[in-house]
């Protein structure tokens, strides 16, 4: 196999393509170590020393010391890990590897994502962002089961007021204008369209 090109990526690390396809990023002195140079045939042993134990091992280093610093989900730490340029099998096993030391876990990050934003935020709202975070729905649903088992319960209609009461909303002054603008933000919020009409219906009749 060919080495066709060797791209400066800073000071210290260099993008390597072999056949004209980008193989993995090495430090300058790993170039020299494993003989990789630009135009030259690159020996399967360092090929594969490389791609087995060099990039495998470094790979999971860095997964490790990102789960050091905060919690990721897994969509999270791949994401991190692709800005290290590493080979999608070396990627893979790096993620495969805190897993099974239960490093990572989508379920346990999503149950107490639910536990800490239950009580300010929306059902709807929790979803959204643990989807964005890369959770899938059928983890996110566990997660809602296994809250609910514990007995964990919501009050969305408890949430709009307290919200409510704190911007100074006023049922007996609030014109249309007002009552359609505290309405467009509590549906921003997630908050289901039935639980705002209710909640600013009483507005009017209580407060």
Same mark, same amino acid.
């Given at each position: 196999?060919?080495?066709? /090109?060797? @791209? ?17 990023? $090495?430090?300058?002195?790993? &170039? /020299? ?39 990721? =989900? =897994?969509?999270?730490?791949r994401?991190? $890990?692709?800005? %290290?340029?590493?080979?999608? =099998?070396?990627? @893979? ?11 990572? +876990?989508?379920?346990?990050y ?5 536990r800490?934003?239950? @009580? ?5 709202r ?7 975070? %890369?959770?899938?729905? +059928?983890?996110?649903?566990?997660? #809602?089961?296994e #809250? @609910? ?11 709009i /007021?307290?919200?409510? &009461? ?5 049922? +007996? =002054?609030?014109?249309?204008? /007002? ?10 919020? %997630? ?7 209710h909640? $600013?219906? +009483? ?5």
């Amino acid at each position: 196999m060919q080495v066709t /090109r060797i @791209e400066e990526l800073n000071k210290s690390r260099c993008k390597v393509y072999i056949e004209q396809e980008f193989a993995f990023v $090495l430090y300058k002195g790993e &170039l /020299r170590l494993y003989h990789v140079k630009e135009g030259e045939e690159l020996a399967e042993s360092s090929y594969n020393t490389i791609m087995t134990e060099l990039l495998p091992k470094r790979a999971k280093l860095r997964a490790m010391n990102l789960l050091q610093k905060r919690e990721y =989900t =897994t969509a999270q730490l791949r994401d991190k $890990l692709k800005q %290290g340029f590493y080979p999608e =099998t070396v990627l @893979e096993e790096a993620l495969e590897y805190v897993a099974s030391f239960h490093y990572t +876990d989508d379920l346990r990050y999503a149950s107490e994502y639910i536990r800490c934003n239950v @009580e300010s935020r929306s059902r709807k709202r929790i979803e959204q962002d643990l989807q964005g975070k %890369g959770v899938s729905k +059928d983890v996110i649903k566990s997660a #809602w089961e296994e #809250w @609910e088992e514990l007995g964990g319960a919501q009050d969305e209609e408890s949430m709009i /007021r307290k919200l409510l &009461l704190k911007r100074g909303y006023d049922g +007996d =002054t609030a014109d249309y204008s /007002r009552r359609q603008k505290e309405a467009a933000f509590l549906m921003r919020k %997630g908050f289901s369209n039935e639980s705002i009409r209710h909640v $600013l219906r +009483d507005f009017e009749e209580i407060y």
